[in-house]
């Protein structure tokens, strides 16, 4: 397969977080308003150009009051950071459908590196439109102070409301 450029498909794909809260249990959320890119073949990603953009305004936990609060200056601050990005920088291929894909995550103005562990799933055939369609899936750790998002509150009983440790999955799937 030759390189090609492969938009994200929102409807068929997923980009969500988990968290701890009061130590005790995890909130999941997820971004609702996304786009992306990859310039190459997704049989062989190492020279893929890949770049996303997530409407920071579009987090979802299923909870109104906290998702303002996500949005408020306590955290994502979108009035002033709007959107969140990711441009890889370095592909590494780890087996024959694995990779390591590093690149720039951008949370609230503030851009570290970050490495997503990526699984090819395949590329097939859409049988209702006739679009060839490449599946991944991925997920990685970040620290949400190392970005600026430091809010929190002290629990009666020890500990915090929330952790800072923050896992991300996708599940993308990208048209040709």
Same mark, same amino acid.
């Given at each position: 397969? #030759?390189k090609?450029?492969w938009?994200? &498909?929102?409807?068929? $794909?997923?980009?969500? %977080?988990? /968290?701890?809260?009061m130590? =005790?249990?995890n909130?999941?959320?997820?971004?609702?308003d996304?786009?992306?890119t990859v310039?190459?073949?997704?049989?062989?990603?190492?020279?893929?150009?890949?770049?996303f953009?997530i409407?920071?305004?579009?987090?979802? #936990?299923?909870?109104?009051?906290?998702? &303002?609060?996500?949005? $408020?200056?306590?955290? %994502?601050? /979108?009035e002033?950071?709007? =959107?969140?990005?990711?441009k890889?920088t370095?592909?590494?291929?780890?087996?024959?459908?694995?990779?390591?894909?590093?690149?720039?995550?951008?949370?609230?103005?503030?851009?570290k590196?970050?490495?997503?562990?990526?699984?090819?799933?395949g590329?097939?055939?859409?049988?209702?439109?006739?679009?060839e369609?490449?599946?991944?899936?991925?997920?990685?750790? =970040?620290?949400?102070?190392?970005?600026?998002?430091?809010?929190?509150?002290?629990?009666e009983?020890?500990?915090?409301?929330?952790?800072?440790?923050?896992?991300?999955?996708?599940?993308?799937?990208?048209?040709?």
């Open positions: 397969m #030759t090609a450029i938009n994200v &498909d929102k409807v068929h $794909s997923t980009i969500g %977080f988990t /968290v701890k809260h130590m =005790i249990s909130v999941k959320g997820t971004f609702n996304f786009e992306g310039e190459g073949d997704p049989n062989d990603l190492t020279d893929a150009s890949v770049d953009k409407d920071a305004n579009s987090v979802d #936990t299923r909870m109104s009051d906290r998702d &303002d609060h996500l949005r $408020s200056a306590d955290f %994502f601050d /979108v002033n950071h709007p =959107i969140l990005t990711f890889a370095n592909i590494e291929k780890k087996s024959e459908d694995h990779y390591d894909m590093t690149g720039d995550f951008t949370i609230r103005g503030t851009t590196p970050v490495t997503f562990d990526i699984t090819f799933e590329v097939a055939k859409d049988p209702m439109s006739g679009d369609a490449a599946g991944f899936t991925g997920h990685t750790k =970040i620290s949400r102070k190392d970005f600026g998002l430091t809010w929190n509150a002290a629990l009983t020890g500990g915090f409301v929330v952790g800072d440790d923050v896992k991300i999955n996708i599940e993308i799937q990208l048209r040709k």
